[in-house]
């Protein structure tokens, strides 16, 4: 299986395949940025099958590094997938997760379809 774009709601999208080299540390976004930019996508569609054993352990800083390189390069970035056991371990996580996806930069969904609702959603609001 292959990386894919689609457009969604006027929006190029890459989503990632869910498997290959995953996200261990800061410099591995620089790849995943590469191919966003190679596909002229706006928006990284990263399955959590392709995040690190501590990425989504916040105290690593990680997860907020890989993060912001996305932001620098005015990237939105959705990591797909079920994360609710580590979510439901860690307050912290809970709350960056629930606060992330109240906005319109990164967000946790767990199913595909969320991606494409929240994409057409937006088109339709107001920018925040």
Do not use: C
Not at 97 to 110: I, K, M, T
């Amino acid at each position: 299986m292959r990386d894919r774009t689609e457009i969604i709601a006027g929006r190029t999208v890459l989503f990632f395949n869910p498997q290959g080299s995953v996200l261990s540390k800061p410099a591995d976004a620089n790849d995943f940025i590469g191919e966003v930019w190679g596909q002229n996508a706006e928006i990284a569609v990263i399955p959590v099958s392709r995040l690190g054993p501590d990425f989504l352990q916040l105290r690593t800083k990680l997860a907020g590094e890989v993060i912001q390189k996305f932001v620098n390069y005015q990237i939105r970035l959705v990591f797909l997938g079920d994360i609710s056991k580590a979510v439901e371990s860690s307050t912290a996580l809970r709350d960056f997760v629930y606060e992330s996806n109240r906005g319109r930069v990164v967000w946790f969904l767990p199913h595909e379809e969320e991606v494409r609702q929240k994409l057409i959603i937006g088109t339709h609001s107001s920018p925040s």
